[in-house]
């Protein structure tokens, strides 16, 4: 009893620092409101620099303009404006947001009716919205700062129990080996081999194992205070990568009994089986999708209740403030417990599905057709 | 929204990462350390079955044991018996023995007590007869020499062949 009120205390002091400490950050970005919607969804956002605690870390800003080569600078220059408004001389950076405006004769923005600048050039996504030149942005971002320490840290945590098996072989586990060990039988046996099946289970479960450890640590990583607010597995560019890699795997490993139920559904009469072609072929699509917003969703839904709670405080002003806060902070301690839940399952929600659509794509065609899909 | 469109550079940066972490792990990690998983697996389920065997084996062993203790103890009563049995017949056979030799020498000496009472009869039978003699020639010598007197001559005879 004693250790949980410690353990309440540690992490209430812990939340109301980290709620200091995201203060100041909030006030940089001259926001008229302390701690409010814009710091919420740029917390969640990708990036350029780093904040540890109240150390800002500056990372590479890589962009590539198709035509013209390379831009590599310091993203601490794009706190360094000058008379124009402009960073590194041609970047306008707004709200976590670089682009690259239109510069008049006189080389100053040209800004619209409504005073905003004109973009000539944004950053290149998936789908690119407003149809305007693009530049790729390969910098280290916050998030790629977070993925290369995840992969580091998987790397590190793996390969040293890889050792510690051929060390000990035929022995008990012991120390690092002994905690990652009944995760990796549960993934093997309780997860992979019973949605893919006894036959072909093996080949995947180097995937589906990498998928799962890469989402729960990335999960409990984007959870820790003062760590730059990582938030890996609560971005679409990651899931999506994810949710493709699985996508891709499917289809290649897919045998005739899968794609004819999709293509040809058997047992049916001709209109049902163009009917069931295109539901199978949209099916086909939606599990995948399904999976990228599932884990996006909720880890990023978890950040932003997080920080809302957080935000309560400082909707309030100096002493009512203080007192909402210590409530406030209990309510995040709450939250952050339930988050470390939340870490696992989505990891373990995500390796199962994945499993699953693996495991339909390599059926064999024994099963009835009333309950086929 | 820029939130559900994936940037570009993040993709790339995802896709390397991931798959040089799925490579290397794989190599490194995962195929090591399930095989190390997979061989403990088997050895865990070796040794028990090997430890099963060994009950088997040894509940046969004991089976056995008792069998032949079983046996054994059949073999000693056996032989008990058969031991008990041949005692007997010794004990039986020297009894027969016995008695026939007794009735043996009780033949042989109810023969010699006939053939003494034979001969005792025949020497009581010569002695009477010598008295008979002896007595008579006295009476007859008394007779011969006090005419009224013999009957004391055959008392006083007889009194001397009874101190005889």
């Known amino acids: ?373 | 929204m820029d939130l559900l469109n994936p940037s570009i550079g993040l993709l790339v940066w995802m896709t390397i990462s991931f798959l040089v972490l799925l490579f290397v792990l794989r190599k490194f990690a995962w195929k090591p350390i399930l095989n190390a998983l997979h061989e403990r697996e088997a050895g865990i389920e070796k040794a028990l079955q090997s430890a099963k065997e060994a009950e088997l084996k040894l509940a046969q062993l004991t089976a056995d044991n008792e069998a032949l203790l079983m046996q054994a103890r059949k073999e000693r009563d056996q032989l008990l018996k058969e031991a008990r049995e041949a005692k007997d017949a010794i004990i039986n056979e020297a009894k027969e023995q016995a008695k026939e030799q007794a009735a043996q020498l009780l033949a042989q000496a109810r023969e010699t007590i006939k053939n003494e009472q034979a001969r005792v009869a025949i020497d009581l039978r010569n002695q009477v007869a010598q008295f008979s003699i002896e007595i008579a020639e006295r009476i007859l010598k008394e007779k011969l020499e006090h005419s009224g007197q013999h009957d004391k001559v055959v008392e006083q005879a007889l009194n001397e062949m009874s101190l005889n």
């Open chain 1, 1 to 373: 009893m004693r250790q949980l009120h410690l353990f309440v205390f540690l992490m209430v002091s812990l939340v109301s620092m980290q709620a200091k400490a995201t203060e100041p950050a909030a006030g940089a970005h001259g926001s008229e409101e302390a701690f409010g919607t814009p710091e919420i969804l740029h917390h969640i956002s990708d990036d350029f620099g780093l904040h540890i605690g109240p150390l800002s870390i500056p990372l590479p800003v890589v962009l590539y303009f198709p035509g013209q080569g390379w831009d590599v600078f310091s993203s601490s220059e794009l706190h360094h404006l000058d008379a124009r408004g402009l960073a590194h001389g041609k970047y306008a950076y707004h709200h976590g947001k670089l682009t690259v405006p239109v510069l008049d004769a006189a080389g100053q923005p040209k800004l619209d009716l409504e005073g905003h600048m004109e973009i000539a050039a944004q950053e290149a996504r998936l789908i690119n919205i407003g149809g305007k030149d693009v530049f790729y942005n390969f910098s280290i971002t916050k998030n790629v700062f977070g993925l290369l320490l995840s992969v580091g840290l998987l790397l590190f945590l793996f390969m040293l129990s890889a050792k510690a098996y051929a060390k000990r072989e035929g022995m008990a586990p012991k120390g690092l080996q002994s905690l990652l060990e009944p995760l990796i039988v549960f993934v093997r046996d309780d997860v992979v081999k019973p949605s893919v099946g006894e036959k072909h289970y093996q080949r995947f479960l180097p995937l589906m194992l990498t998928i799962f450890f890469f989402i729960w640590i990335n999960n409990l990583l984007g959870l820790i205070p003062f760590l730059g607010g990582l938030n890996v597995t609560g971005n679409i560019a990651v899931t999506f990568t994810l949710a493709v890699l699985v996508l891709i795997v499917q289809l290649s490993v897919a045998n005739k009994n899968f794609w004819g139920h999709i293509l040809w559904f058997p047992g049916v009469p001709v209109p049902v089986k163009l009917l069931l072609l295109v539901i199978e072929l949209v099916g086909l699509f939606t599990k995948p999708f399904s999976l990228m917003i599932r884990l996006f969703a909720n880890i990023s839904a978890g950040h932003i209740i997080i920080l809302s709670i957080i935000g309560i405080t400082f909707a309030f002003e100096s002493v009512v403030g203080h007192t909402v806060g210590v409530v406030t902070s209990l309510f995040t301690v709450v939250m952050l417990i339930l988050e470390l839940l939340v870490a696992a399952i989505q990891a373990y929600i995500f390796t199962l599905l994945g499993s699953l659509m693996l495991g339909a794509a390599l059926e064999e065609h024994d099963h009835h057709p009333e309950h086929a899909h």
